[in-house]
């Protein structure tokens, strides 16, 4: 009976063989332990390739030019190096290109969800003629590149003086031709779509205006929507440099445009003598990279659910 | 005169749109036959404003024929665009099929990746992409890497030494994609896997057969929303080339004008190409 088994060591052996299976690839419906691990394995693969240039990025503003040099010194640095921020600060002049940053980019998303939520309800509410046509128009502007538009727009604005100024971004949220507008009209479309119709009806029956309907039933029931516009609006707003260089000059800075500077304006504040300490060096740009995202990092860790809900909750892939 | 309900209705909607149709009138449908109309002339801008002189297509012959940087720089565009999409719509899928399963730390895996999307400005991926911290570092010393570079031909190669070179800044514009995808699969019915599941099917033939087909119309959005993403992004040298000659005197706003025209028409014909090959493969496949 060498190297034979009897039928019932047989079935018990092939038992042993599918649990330990079960255990490590899974039965229907329930995974195992292996497949487990590896899914584990590859998203936090995939996170730290996501993050590395965060985690890079933050490294190496905290390195002083000695760390820097050093072959010794991978990814923590020796000491806390804050110097590279104090220069970043002073290159970038952090506080008052930050309030500049802000006021370029909050009105113009508040004017886009605004007028998008306005738009978007006429769309979802209300018929009228060409009313598919035009709402197929609007989808189209969002595949017409800004850099189309942008000559004539640009010579436009020139023409009304308009250049150098928020106006040449808060004229075209206003209208709805704002950046991505085209995809917040969706959003609020959509969104206004789901709302019971019997609940706007309700209130009319009580004698309410189509305006008041609106501000009254349709707005706080959309808050969801308009959180998310503002989120996106705001960040796409924040982030658009190619136009705001184009319309607004020397004018307005924001801190995208001042990373954009960095190199020229840290020769033209430090151009040292000597070269060495006070040369530009990975640490000092880094360190202004960092500043540059930081606020948007904040608003982002703040207001996260929103962000990474809001595609699910606006309904922006279709009922 | 008094009003019908109905009309009553359209003329309120049409208020409701009425920025809309203004600002569209405006700021986009004016600028956009005011360009096309640029791009045939030769244009100068004095003091007494702006001073048009017809040329006819010389524009565009100066653009394709002489201009040799524009021409490399499409190619370059078109190049990355055929490479980029589709491993940015299959990447995305797949963090999204593995985010839709069970497991811990979900919305801390959705944080992060959709971190990128929140710092994607052109200056700041400029500095990363400067320090070398948007390609995997060292990779091209791996033994591996070097026997799949000599055991291949030179077209995978291009692709596999792009892929290497650009694999982070890829990763980075697949946020706002990987959430549809997500978005999708959570609206996907659980009883028809059952149903699938107890006529037999294999996780694998799950994917295939119920999976793909219900994300396909956002495979479709995904597509169009990644072409767009990529041809506006600030660091898309054909668009530098563009804003470098509106300001250059030699050749003006009219030049710049028929160069934003040839990469809108490449865009719409990208467009056109992938969305049309998708929708007639896929409602034959999925109809």
Redesign the interface.
Known sequence: MEGRLSIEQKKKLKARVNKSKRFLFGMQGKEGVLLKTFVYVLLICIGFVYLYPLIYMVSFSFKSLEDLLSPLVNWIPSQFYFDNYLRANNVLSFLPTLMQSFYVTVLPALAQTAVAGVIGYGFARFDFPLKRTLFVLVLATFVVPPQVTMIPRYVFFNELGLLGNIQAFLIPAVLGQGLNSAIFILIFYQFFKMIPKSLEEAAQLDGAGVVRVFTTIAIPMAVPAIIISFLFSFVWYWNETYLASLYFGNQLSTLPLELQRFVATFNQLYSGNDSGANSINEGVRMAGTVLSILPLLLVYFLTQKWFVEGVDRSGITGE | MKLTMKKK?????????S??????V???A???L??LF?SFQDVRVTTN??QTDFVGLNNYEIAFGVDTLFTQYLLTFIQELVLSVPIIIVFSLI?AL??N?Q?RFK?F????????????????I???M??G??S?PSIEQYALFQAIMTSTDSFVNTFLIYLMNN??VI??FSG?QI??F???L??IDKQVYEAA?IDGASNWECFWKVTLPSLF??VV?NT?YTI?MF??F?LNPV?DH??SN?FDISTG?GY??AL??I??LI??LA?TVSVGLMTVRGSKKYA
Do not use: C, D, H
Request: no cysteine; proline share 5%; aromatic share 14%.
């Open positions: 209705n359209q003329l309120i909607g049409y208020a409701f749109i920025p809309w149709i203004i600002g569209f405006l700021l986009t004016f600028p956009l005011y360009s640029l404003g702006i963090i593995l985010l399963q497991i919305g895996f959705r944080t992060i990746f959709f971190l990128p999307v929140i710092i994607a400005s052109g200056p700041v400029n500095e990363l400067e320090q911290v948007t995997i694999l982070i990763l980075w706002v959430l549809i997500l978005a999708a959570q609206k599941k119309p956002m959005v169009i767009v041809s506006i600030a668009i563009i804003q509106m706003l710049a004008s934003s025209w990469y809108f865009i719409a467009l």
